[in-house]
């Protein structure tokens, strides 16, 4: 069993950065991916950013250049840099772990003033 919980999230005005921590609890080295989601209001839940056991990473295109997903396994944390932020990233951000199955945490929201 892995416990996932989402922090960092809050209100940042257009233009702004975040940083979002994802703490699992046991060890995350061996992980199969760990990935960022997010829902805004009336929409499907969307993949944001993954990053896979070997490191290699993926982005949505709408956040390519903006945000960065990275991993401390020592810490069993994942974070999600986001830069630049638009009023279109507000959204409830999910984080999923997968290790044999799906963990999902809470999610924290993050809203972007215009």
């Known amino acids: 069993q892995v416990h996932v919980v989402e922090s960092g999230g809050g209100l940042v005005q257009a233009g702004g950065s975040l940083r979002l921590s994802c703490a699992a609890s046991?060890?995350?080295?061996?992980?199969?991916?760990m990935a960022w989601y997010r829902r805004a209001p009336g929409k499907q839940r969307e993949l944001v950013a993954v990053?896979?056991?070997?490191?290699?990473?993926n982005y949505a295109d709408s956040v390519k250049g903006r945000f960065t997903i990275s991993r401390d396994n020592a810490k069993s944390t994942v974070y999600l840099q986001m830069n630049s932020l638009k009023p279109e990233d507000t959204a409830v951000y999910y984080c999923?772990?997968?290790?044999?199955?799906?963990?999902w945490g809470q999610g924290t929201q993050v809203t972007v003033s215009s």
């Open positions: 999923l772990v997968v290790r044999g199955t799906e963990y």
């Open positions: 046991g060890n995350i080295f061996d992980a199969n991916a």
């Open positions: 990053i896979i056991s070997g490191g290699s990473t």
